[in-house]
Structure formats: structure tokens, C-alpha cells
């Protein structure tokens, strides 16, 4: 959910200045930490904490702390830190969840959430506010000029 969120805060933004940048940065965020987990997945092959017969080796790096931790850090890359709180709040869940149920090593769940942030300082830039107008209005009268601006954001 934490993903979807930050995407709809990137497609929001898309919808009121031009060219989209924040969801490009959302994708490659994305792409960067989903290729970087399952590779290592991959060459690590860590033994997951939940099965004992040693079958299942993708333990390292949690794929779902990751996902988490991308989103909120995608926040507050972009966005700032106080629209990342509660989001980071719920990554840091997901990851304690993903040890309580025995699925995962804290070691996982901080390779997953490392990953995320490094992904999102390489591909998100902080979003440029910019003053362009909607709608422009002047007003010429009694020796004066006066130029009014209207923005949706």
C-alpha cells in the first residue's frame, strides 16, 4: 500500500505541472530496489528462519521491507519528511511484521530497507515548486496595474 500511496502522490503532482517527473522517479526508485533485492536473493541464497528443511535460500534481503521502505523514503525524498512520517511508520511495521512471522532475519529486514534508500538518494529529487500561473488576469485603472495569478496545486 505504502507504494501505491507514493505513486498516487507522483501521479497527482504529474496532473498539475508538466512532464511527469516524479513518476519517472517513482519507477526507477522502484525497478532499482525490486532488481537490486532479487539479485542478491539470488547470489546470497540465505536460508529463510521459517524453514528448517533449507529449501527455501531467499531469505536476504526482505523483498517486502523493501518495497516499504522505497515508498516511504520515495515520500520523503520528494515530498519532504513530514509527508513521510506516518509512511515510514508503517514501512518500519511491515519489517517487524516480516520478522514476527518467522519469515524473516532482522538482518533481511534492514538489508531491505538499506537498499530502498540507497535506490531512492540515487534516481528522486526533491520537487521543484514552481509559480507557474493557471490563469493570469490584469486590471488597468485609476494610474495603477494590477496582474493577479490563479494555480491549482
Not at 522502484?30 to 527455501?56: C, F, I
Not at 488576469?137 to 493577479?148: C, W
Request: glycine share 10%.
Amino acid at each position: 500500500m505504502i507504494p501505491t500511496y507514493a505513486l498516487g502522490m507522483a501521479v497527482s503532482e504529474h496532473e498539475f505541472t508538466s512532464g511527469g517527473e516524479g513518476v519517472a522517479q517513482f519507477g526507477m526508485t522502484m525497478l532499482s530496489t525490486a532488481l537490486t533485492v532479487h539479485s542478491l536473493k539470488k547470489t546470497t541464497r540465505q536460508k529463510r528462519p521459517d524453514y528448517d528443511s533449507g529449501e527455501a535460500r531467499d531469505s536476504f534481503p526482505s523483498g517486502h521491507t523493501a518495497s516499504a521502505f522505497a515508498g516511504a523514503a520515495f515520500i520523503h525524498r520528494r515530498y519532504g519528511f513530514s509527508q513521510a512520517a506516518v509512511p515510514y511508520a508503517l514501512a518500519a511495521f511491515v519489517g517487524y511484521s516480516r520478522i514476527q512471522a518467522g519469515a524473516h532475519h532482522p538482518r533481511d529486514v534492514a538489508g531491505g530497507a538499506l537498499i530502498a534508500g540507497f535506490s531512492t538518494w540515487l534516481f528522486v529529487d526533491e520537487r521543484q515548486h514552481t509559480s507557474a500561473c493557471n490563469r493570469i488576469e490584469t486590471d488597468f485603472g485609476d494610474g495603477r496595474v494590477q496582474v493577479s495569478c490563479s494555480m491549482r496545486f
